[in-house]
């Protein structure tokens, strides 16, 4: 157990509708990015939240969002899904925003059919 | 942007010496890690390079050269539980807080008896 919870770890949706992927960081850890991966693309920086705050974006798309709540768990809302966007969803989490200390959760795995 | 690029597959065998390679193009560069990852899993953190050299760390070692964008995973006396993908990934930093690194597409090591 890495002490990064992800939940739900397996998701089946249909396509055009919305789902919320929880993610509670490492016990102290203050930042927590989110990444998809499929097949074809390898691992994708998402987003990065950082003890509340967004801090960096990377490849999100418009019909994905996210925030961190003051408990420091995060939730990534994607919405108008597509069958592109069946992937592997981590979520890290980092005491200080360094990716050195970076502790990757088991992932939800997301199906749209 | 940044591009990385490492061999998709590779095949070693049992108790030998493998060598990935990764070869980088970014700016404001800012470490580059190695992540281990087995198929459906976590990526787990294997070492960390900010400057130049060799950094080891039991049978596994890590070099970088910032002046030629090129780094290699070194694995010794393989076992067959290193059956598994090994990510590269570079962290810039733009000056705007953004700390999420970007992963190659990873090499996919094949251990045979």
């Known amino acids: 157990d890495s002490g990064v919870t992800q939940t739900p770890k397996h998701l089946i949706t249909a396509t055009g509708q919305r789902v919320t992927l929880r993610c509670s960081p490492r016990?102290?850890?203050?930042?927590v990015y989110w990444y998809q991966q499929s097949l074809d693309q390898g691992l994708q920086f998402l987003i990065q939240?950082?003890?509340?705050?967004?801090?960096a974006k990377g490849n999100i798309l418009e019909r994905f969002s996210a925030q961190q709540f003051p408990d420091l768990h995060s939730e990534l809302n994607l919405s108008s899904l597509e069958l592109g966007d069946s992937a592997l969803y981590f979520c890290?989490?980092?005491?200080?925003?360094?990716?050195?200390?970076?502790?990757f959760g088991s992932g939800t795995r997301l199906t749209v059919v | 942007g940044q591009n990385i690029d490492q061999p998709t597959e590779m095949t070693a065998t049992e108790g030998a010496i493998v060598q990935i390679n990764c070869t980088y193009q970014?700016?404001?560069?800012?470490?580059l890690f190695w992540y281990q990852q087995h198929a459906g899993e976590a990526p787990t953190f294997l070492s960390y390079?900010?400057?130049?050299g060799l950094e080891e760390k039991g049978r596994f070692s890590s070099f970088l050269s910032r002046s030629k964008g090129y780094s290699y995973l070194l694995l010794k006396e393989l076992q067959m539980k290193d059956s598994a993908s090994y990510l590269c990934?570079?962290?810039?930093?733009?000056?705007?807080?953004?700390?999420?690194?970007?992963f190659g597409k990873g090499t996919h090591l094949i251990i045979q008896p």
């Open positions: 390079n900010v400057l130049d």
């Open positions: 990934a570079v962290r810039s930093y733009s000056g705007g807080g953004a700390d999420g690194l970007t």
């Open positions: 939240y950082y003890n509340g705050e967004e801090r």
């Open positions: 970014t700016s404001g560069f800012n470490g």
């Open positions: 890290a989490s980092s005491v200080d925003g360094h990716p050195y200390g970076y502790t």
């Open positions: 016990s102290g850890d203050l930042s």
